[in-house]
């Protein structure tokens, strides 16, 4: 394990920066909180959560993909992709760690999409354990320990000084790098921390919330609930629960004409749009109903059907924070979940 | 990076042929710039379409895999992309990626089975790549007969190619309908699915075990059809349907085709009729 104070956590910087692009969360004016492209002396957030997630970094929310250029009846196609940038992303909460295994599971699956795991190969991610989680947090409930994050490397940040643990071979060769500032050191501050951590972890709100009555193949129990109305009938379909979504990965492709040919790009798209699914030959999906439902059903039961079992949401509370309606996929669960979760 | 191949990325090709089926559906030969093939395709597979600027949709592939020379997609025109395709000449460049989906089992399951396909409209278009594969390698599969409907004489689509070559062939029967009479039309009149009916009650117990169904046309056509078949003793095991939804990328990652656990541009379109009825009714 090493270590460095966090009087020097400048030099640490600094140092993560001469190699990669860095970005380390910032608190902004009212109370936002972001990822930002370190520069000398920035200083990092104390935060718990971003308001977006690092999926930013991996799965931009528009990206162009290639352009063409049409001449008469003629199409040239452009590849311009390009190998992605060394960059390290600190700070990711064991959450949004666990996020990227998720979109992993999409993007990485055969045929593999380029553009992502261009971005998963350049990307270091130095996690953060969570020291003060809040009461919209329920990562738990879906087997991830918050006092373990993962990630390359795993951080702990006590009072006075960040502790590292490579996870991964990216994550050895970063901290191998960050030898001049940092100093060998024993667990013994990072296990106390851990126990410390335990001991929020018991005492929040949703630390019940249990995820086992959903699953594989569980469609059947949930598609036909009568409770869907009722969850439903206040959402507003604004998405914002999908775009604030760690694992939320539905996207869009579109074409815009520029002065100088066409360019193709990606952007995030939201299953809770009625557009999403809108064809000339009909609407499958006629509700809110049905797109809400569409959303939970999927990150509920769809998902670990097709992934061993494991759930497309990591327990962050983004949505339980932002839904303008208060409506959330906790809500969903304690409504649908049975007796597990009186 | 640019030498890794990204699905997303299509390869330009060219239409080389372009033909008026119907008042609304055309069928377009597609080559790639050196006058090959584009891709090796299975019957009831899809491909991305697209003009850069217009946008990108999904068609289903209506020639047979057994044609060594081209592609062709039968389009109706219906929307953006659609009608833009609509409005090209022949030579122009469009670019195609894909082939996407799983494909109707020809080589396994409809094997010696006797086949029945069931159209309505321009659903003709992913069951002609059948049909035709199935006449390319006619001593692997029983008899074959084809009922086909549309609302007019003018809207039945391959009209010349079911005259001149499907009826010419003594080893298919076809069975063509239209909704109303119409002036030049000594043909059947009436609604697929009572025509089906009509048509498949005939069939002894023994032909009804062995046929297997492709069915493939409006959602109400297929409802009152199966529901038809049911009661003449087709079991659902023996019904094959093609879906179509809004899809994006067409490899199961874009979100908008999923229904239940399954993305139709991946694990279908193709799926027999029980595996269907497991799945949430939102297609």
Known sequence: MRKCSLSNSTALFNKIAENATLYIPVDLEKGRVAYKKYADGMKMSDALKTDRSAKDFFFPQTENLMEFKTEGKSIEIIDNRSEAEDFVVFGVRACDVKSLEVLDKVFLAEPVDS?????????????????????????GTFGIDASAPKGDIECYKTDDAFYFNAVTEKGEALLAKLDGVTESSDEKAVNE?????????????????????????????????????????????????????????????????????????????????????????????????????????????????????????????????????????????????????? | MTNVKEPLIPTVCVITDIRQDTPDVKTFRVLTLDGKKPFIHKPGQCAMLSMPGVGEALFSITSSPTNTEYVEFSIKKCGCVTSW????????????????????????????????????????????????????????????????????????????????????????????????EQEGWDGHVGFVPNFVKEVAEKFDEDKKAKTTAVL???????????????EIGFNKEQIYTTLELRMKCGIGKCGRCNVGSKYVCKDGPVFRMDQLDALPDEY
């Open chain 2, 85 to 180: 395709l609509h409005a090209a000449e022949v030579g122009q460049q469009i670019t195609v990626r894909g082939p996407y989906g799983n494909g109707f089992p020809v080589e396994t399951e409809f094997k010696g089975q006797d086949m029945l396909f069931i159209a309505g409209g321009i659903g003709l278009a992913p069951v002609r790549s059948v049909i035709n594969y199935v006449r390319d390698n006619r001593a692997n599969y029983g008899k074959v007969d084809i009922v086909y409907g549309s609302r007019s004489k003018d809207d039945l689509v391959f009209y010349k190619e079911i005259i001149d070559e499907w009826k010419n062939d003594p080893t298919v029967n076809v069975h063509l309908t239209i909704d109303r």
């Open chain 1, 193 to 342: 921390q851990k126990e410390q951590i335990k001991k929020v972890l018991d005492k929040l709100p949703l630390k019940d919330l249990k995820a086992d009555e959903f699953g594989a193949d569980k469609t059947d129990k949930f598609f036909n609930s009568p409770e869907w109305k009722n969850l439903s009938e206040a959402c507003l379909g604004c998405g914002t629960c999908t775009f604030v979504c760690p694992t939320c990965q539905c996207y869009d492709i579109k074409d815009f004409k520029t002065n100088k040919g066409v360019q193709r790009f990606r952007c995030w798209d939201s299953c809770m749009y009625s557009d999403f699914t809108k064809m000339s030959a009909g609407q499958p999906r006629l509700t809110q109903m049905e797109r809400f439902r569409q959303r939970f059903m999927h990150k509920l039961v769809y998902f670990p059907t097709n992934n061993d079992g494991m759930f497309s949401c990591v327990g962050c509370g983004r949505c339980v924070a932002k839904c303008p309606i208060s409506m959330n996929i906790v809500k969903v669960m304690k409504t649908l979940g049975g007796k597990n979760n009186d």
């Open chain 1, 115 to 139: 553009y992502y795991k261009n971005r998963r190969e350049h990307g270091v991610i130095v996690s953060m354990a969570c020291t003060r989680p809040t009461e919209t947090c329920f990562c």
């Open chain 2, 216 to 230: 493939c046309g409006p959602p109400i056509m297929i409802k009152f059809t199966l529901q038809g078949l049911g």
